[in-house]
């Protein structure tokens, strides 16, 4: 990497400011709430220390959200391995930043752990002077690790609350990595008022408006709504953060998942522009004095500098955004009935993959060969004959108990089918895809039938084209 000339304080304090000033952006956003009126006095490291050593919270009760059922917290598994896994960034390789905003209605209802409202992905590559974001919805249905299934949002609590290494912040991390096979090099959370602050600093930003759109602006006790209609403008700190907010829109999360994005590249805009140079300069000391408390993070000093002139060279054109969208998950309910995203996962790993590489396809960070994430799963499978040959379920039943999948002949089905099919009632990607491999499985022929009551995990209905392609005895 080459050397840059020593750096004066106030352009390190400019640098560091712009830096922290898009994860700010990012995280304030992704919670939408105006901590600096409301929040109360958090615990947190200042910039620089591990933040794994200075949780937020210490009650160990929690307070469910008024507005919904109480949720089910998954069930906490023997001997968890939880231990987050980031790893230092060198500099060379792309690294890799986890972006959380706490929900605030947790704080409101007097919940004394909050979980994450949303998730974003930042990720830059110094060697093609890349980037990516990636939006990740809070309601997707994943295996938490050490736990057994729940909404990706509840990482973040269950790391808190049972006090696991690294807390919310390392269990959160620990999700993702295994959800999307991205390795993460950092997390970073925000004082969220740092973010309207510094919007205000810089004088508002321009944000192009598709289509009319209600929001609300919580002031100091009131709620103020506040209609913006289509085309350009500039929108001070406030407004901003209650554009980026608005979730009662068609879209729903999804949409704001793109507000979000859309906020953020706006403030990368302004921050780059010519005319802002002079005034973040001036600034800077301000700059460094809101952003810098109000970031809780384990990037050093140092990190976040070099990740700023990093950052600075990548063009708008480069960096490549995406949301995990609606076309990615199925609606479900969970086994409490509270509203769910089934991820489907081969959809939502393309996007991953047009994101965070440019070649090969990353896997799922479950380690192991494909048969022995397979049985890490312990995924239950019942064997249905849908063809013409009795006793097809049975063999091949058989035939996988012999390599380890839980598997059990359930007898004959009608009608009879041609192709062999797969049904996933649980989200097991690692049994599908095993399945797939093993038996010729055409990836169409993958239904997702989410069912918290189902007996089994998978359905596998044998065709007569397994009848016919099969060397069993």
């Given at each position: 990497m080459t050397d840059h000339p020593p750096l004066s304080p106030q352009v390190r304090k400019l640098l560091l400011g712009a830096a922290l000033s898009l994860l700010a952006v990012a995280l304030a956003l992704a919670a939408g709430v105006l901590a600096f009126r409301t929040a109360r006095a958090w615990t947190r490291t200042s910039l620089g220390l591990p933040a794994s050593d200075?949780?937020?919270?210490?009650?160990?009760?929690?307070?469910?959200?008024?507005?919904?059922?109480?949720?089910?917290?998954?069930?906490?598994?023997?001997?968890?391995?939880?231990?987050?896994?980031?790893?230092?960034?060198?500099?060379?390789?792309?690294?890799?930043?986890?972006?959380?905003?706490?929900?605030?209605?947790?704080?409101?209802?007097?919940?004394?752990?909050?979980?994450?409202?949303?998730?974003i992905l930042l990720t830059l590559d110094p060697l093609s002077k890349t980037a990516g974001i990636l939006s990740i919805p809070r309601d997707l249905w994943v295996s938490i690790p050490g736990f057994k299934h729940g909404k990706i949002n509840t990482a973040y609590y269950l790391g808190d609350a049972y006090k696991l290494p690294g807390g919310g912040p390392g269990l959160a991390v620990k999700t993702v990595e295994q959800f999307l096979g991205v390795p993460i090099n950092y997390y970073a959370q925000v004082d969220f008022g740092a973010f309207v602050r510094f919007i205000d600093e810089i004088g508002g930003v321009k944000i192009e408006i598709p289509e009319k759109i209600t929001v609300d602006l919580l002031g100091a006790g009131a709620s103020t709504k506040k209609t913006l209609q289509p085309g350009v403008q500039v929108l001070p700190g406030e407004w901003a953060l209650a554009y980026a907010r608005a979730r009662y829109t068609e879209g729903g999360d999804f949409d704001r998942a793109r507000r979000q994005q859309q906020v953020i590249m706006a403030?990368?805009?302004?921050?780059?522009?010519?005319?802002?140079?002079?005034v973040l300069v001036e600034k800077s000391d301000v700059l460094y004095n809101e952003l810098a408390s109000g970031i809780h993070t384990n990037l050093t000093l140092e990190e976040a500098l070099r990740l700023a002139l990093l950052a600075a060279q990548v063009p708008e054109e480069k960096i490549t955004r995406g949301v995990i969208s609606e076309k990615m998950v199925i609606f479900g309910r969970s086994p409490d009935d509270l509203a769910i995203l089934i991820p489907l996962t081969d959809k939502i790993h393309v996007l991953r993959d047009e994101i965070f590489t440019a070649s090969a396809a990353l896997a799922p960070m479950t380690p192991g060969k494909p048969q022995e994430q397979m049985a890490a799963e312990q995924a239950s499978v019942a064997v249905f004959n849908a063809s013409r040959v009795d006793g097809l379920d049975a063999r091949t039943a058989d035939y996988l108990r012999s390599l380890g999948v839980r598997a059990a002949n359930s007898g004959a089905t009608q009608p009879v089918a041609g192709q062999t099919r797969l049904i996933d009632h649980r989200g097991r990607p690692f049994t599908l895809r095993y399945l797939v491999e093993l038996l010729g499985i055409s990836e169409q022929r993958i239904q997702y039938q989410y069912d918290p009551n189902s007996p089994v995990d998978v359905e596998l209905i044998l065709g007569n084209d397994w009848a016919a392609s099969n060397s069993l005895p």
């Open positions: 200075s949780p937020l919270f210490t009650s160990q009760s929690a307070t469910p959200r008024p507005d919904e059922p109480t949720a089910t917290v998954p069930a906490r598994l023997p001997a968890p391995d939880v231990e987050p896994s980031l790893q230092p960034w060198d500099g060379a390789s792309r690294v890799t930043i986890l972006l959380l905003g706490l929900d605030y209605r947790d704080w409101q209802a007097g919940s004394e752990y909050s979980r994450s409202d949303t998730m403030i990368r805009n302004r921050i780059l522009s010519r005319d802002m140079l002079s």
